[in-house]
């Protein structure tokens, strides 16, 4: 049982760390179109 109960934590703190890590590079790609539209705009 303990064996089970430590391959459930170990997969879901990988899938935590991927998520964090997704989330980050959406957030950065949101970022940088943001900038590229403040571009267009101010010419």
Do not use: H, P
Request: net charge positive; charged share 25%.
């Amino acid at each position: 049982m303990k064996k089970i109960i430590a391959i459930f934590l170990s997969a879901t703190f990988a899938f935590a760390l991927t998520a964090c890590e997704t989330t980050k590079g959406v957030g950065k790609d949101i970022q940088n179109a943001g900038e590229k539209l403040e571009q267009a705009v101010s010419k």
